[in-house]
């Protein structure tokens, strides 16, 4: 099945991709954006991949559903695209990210390529979503796919942080290998949870130093 992803993804997915599962999803997904409103836009599905090559990859920050609100979505896990008002997730990790890094700049906006391009996966554990219509692409194969994302990074890298804020991505994260990679677990950072232990967790630093400690360039968050 022809995927349009990044070269070296296409090669470390190859065998996924002609799984029957995938192909069911695929197709659904293509009905979907024939007959729905669906976010984000068909060519920015795979952009988390695209925007950070398999070799790149030094960071993984998980999430779970793509923005659903018109004009959010930019197919990296909590960013939007330009233009876009900051959700209040991401507000409050710009907020921890500068309790945890004072000399950060403040963020321009709230689309984080400028992460991306440096080796952060940001990655969906669900890639798409209806308009208005929170989880309504789960468990239509989207979470078989990403869980074999985060295994082939788990099984073919090392000293890779994974950065798993929430009950549900540290469920997802269960997989990866804790001696090859660092795990960073903390609250999410949704308003709804952010007080209860995702201030404070100072995730970003504490990437920088492991990253550092193996010999990689640190993030410029």
Aim: charged letters at 20%; glycine letters at 8%; one cysteine or more.
């Amino acid at each position: 099945m022809s995927v349009k992803i990044e070269e070296s993804w296409r090669k470390v997915l190859a065998a996924e991709f002609e799984k029957p599962y995938f192909q069911h999803l695929i197709a659904y997904v293509r009905g979907e954006y024939a007959t729905a409103t669906v976010y984000p836009p068909g060519p920015a599905i795979f952009h988390a991949f695209d925007a950070c090559p398999f070799d790149q990859v030094k960071v993984v920050i998980l999430g779970q559903d793509p923005y659903h609100g018109k004009g959010q979505a930019n197919g990296l896990s909590f960013s939007v695209a330009d233009g876009v008002r900051t959700p209040p997730s991401l507000l409050n990790i710009f907020k921890e990210l500068h309790d945890d890094l004072p000399a950060t700049p403040p963020a321009p906006n709230g689309n984080l390529d400028r992460w991306a391009h440096q080796g952060v996966l940001l990655l969906n554990a669900t890639l798409t979503v209806r308009a208005g219509e929170p989880a309504s692409h789960q468990k239509k194969g989207w979470e078989q796919f990403t869980d074999a994302v985060i295994q082939k990074i788990s099984d073919g890298k090392e000293h890779v942080v994974f950065i798993l804020w929430g009950a549900y991505a540290q469920k997802k994260g269960e997989v990866i290998d804790e001696h090859k990679h660092l795990v960073i677990k903390s609250a999410h950072p949704s308003p709804f949870a952010a007080d209860r232990g995702f201030f404070g967790s100072r995730p970003f630093s504490k990437t920088n130093e492991y990253l550092k400690a193996h010999g990689l360039e640190p993030i410029v968050w």
